[in-house]
């Protein structure tokens, strides 16, 4: 589930998106998954089969608790299990990178996450645009003031990179540094003393490139947490002023596509009536000499088939409610 087209009417688009949600929770993996780890398929419409997913994930598939990712509890899988979940995420979209479906759009936008990740994701993107894609609008890299974590900074550190103090300043730092920028041309942002009601916009014009705007979002739920995905793509599409038929390109690594490709459909496609293609990077178009890939074990991938699940419930409830 990679891509939504935006369609004449708000029931197309509801349709399409329900159908390509319902392919993806009724696959052959998922419920070979379910089954391995004692599950029983339930009956009942998407919306029970998506609350079910959600509940049976969080009992078997939540590693994290509510903590950050890189503080997750690894799981010690036998053979078999390992391999039964590689091979399922393998079918659900979750690991081989892919092209842009398309040679132009209007925006393309760049996901922040862990250090090493910022780095990678604006790389890919000048990729991108070095090997031709066009981009008409703007390029937005997008991500939040999250403070970094200790192994964060020595990644960085280890790799010669700047000692970064948030993820923002990560993703700040790549885009000077892989557009040969050197100052923002445009600025602005609010400082409330705390990072989850704060905001900041700086924008860079490489020459011969689409203007460049890294921004970080303040929370929806400030006094309950920190700003995630889906308020930083909310708050981009409020300054780009993203109108129906837009086409955007979303940039993150292919673990994260399904779970980030539906919180873009919620936020973004839906409201907006854009289109909206989610692609990972290509791991083997970037530098990894710089920031080694981090390795991806069946505990990392059941927890983010967990977002997944439940970005798609979060859409479909969306849906429904009109």
């Known amino acids: 589930m990679q891509s939504a087209d935006a369609a004449p009417s708000t ?75 590689l091979d399922a995420v393998a079918a659900l979209g979750m690991v081989r990178a892919v092209p842009p479906a398309r040679p132009a759009y209007a925006h393309l936008l760049v996901l922040g996450g862990l250090a090493h990740a910022c780095v990678r994701r604006v790389a890919y993107a000048a990729h991108l645009l070095r090997a031709g894609l066009r981009v008409t609008g703007e390029v937005a890299v997008l991500g939040s003031f999250r403070p970094l974590s200790e192994w964060e900074r020595a990644t960085l550190a280890d790799a010669g990179l700047p000692p970064d103090e948030t993820e923002v300043d990560v993703l700040d730092t790549a885009v000077r540094q892989v557009f040969g920028v050197t100052a923002p041309t445009e600025q602005d942002g609010v400082d409330a003393g705390h990072p989850h009601h704060s905001w900041s916009s700086r924008t860079y014009r490489p020459a011969g490139r689409p203007p460049v705007r890294v921004l970080a979002a303040p929370s929806s739920e400030p006094d309950r947490r920190r700003a995630h995905t889906a308020d930083t793509q909310r708050f981009w599409a409020g300054h780009v002023r993203l109108a129906p038929g837009d086409e955007a390109l979303m940039v993150t690594a292919p673990i994260y596509v399904p779970f980030q490709h539906c919180d873009a459909l919620r936020t973004l496609a839906v409201p907006y009536g854009c289109h909206i293609d989610t692609v990972g990077v290509d791991p083997a178009l970037t530098d990894p000499a710089v920031l080694p890939e981090q390795t991806l074990t069946p505990g990392r991938y059941l927890q983010e088939i967990r977002s997944a699940i439940r970005s798609m419930r979060a859409l479909h409830a969306a849906l429904a409610a009109g």
């Open 11 to 85: 029931s197309t688009v509801a349709e399409q998106i329900t159908a390509d949600v319902r392919a993806w929770v009724d696959s052959g993996a998922l419920r070979g998954l379910v089954r391995h780890f004692g599950g029983d398929w339930p009956t009942g419409d998407l919306a029970e089969v998506l609350r079910f997913l959600d509940d049976f994930s969080a009992r078997h598939w939540d590693f994290r608790q509510g903590r950050e990712r890189p503080d997750a509890r690894e799981p010690s899988f036998d053979a078999l299990t390992s391999g039964l979940v």
